[in-house]
């Protein structure tokens, strides 16, 4: 059973960091497309972070410089860094795994829960 699982969220002061990790277990992560999206209350989820499995990045315009994803040397992890937080990076953080960059995004793939990151003084 395929199962992503999120962590690292909190609550953080303006110009702070936070370090998300998303494990999966049950796939073989050296074959999937990892990506980070977000959702903020009241507004639509948008894509933060992908990594392929080559290791290869794309960054959304509002986190590029700010963000950075990797995969960990523990096997089947992929991290998010995240420095220099804003007030609006305040939102649901979710992790999503698919075979394709296609399917990233949609159903077609597997997602966590979701972890909480506030960004408030």
């Known amino acids: 059973q395929v199962q992503v699982v999120e962590s690292g969220g909190g609550l953080v002061q303006p110009g702070g960091s936070l370090r998300l990790s998303c494990t999966a277990s049950?796939?073989?992560?050296?074959?999937?497309?990892t990506a980070w999206y977000r959702q903020a209350p009241g507004k639509k989820r948008e894509m933060v972070a992908i990594i392929t499995s080559a290791g290869n990045t794309i960054y959304s315009d509002s986190v590029q410089g700010r963000f950075t994803i990797s995969q960990a040397n523990t096997k089947n992890t992929v991290i998010l860094q995240m420095n220099a937080l804003k007030p609006e990076d305040t939102a649901v953080y979710y992790c999503n795994i698919d075979q394709t960059i296609s399917g990233l995004g949609t159903t077609s793939g597997y997602w966590g829960q979701g972890t909480q990151v506030t960004v408030s003084s």
């Open positions: 049950g796939i073989i992560f050296d074959f999937q497309f």
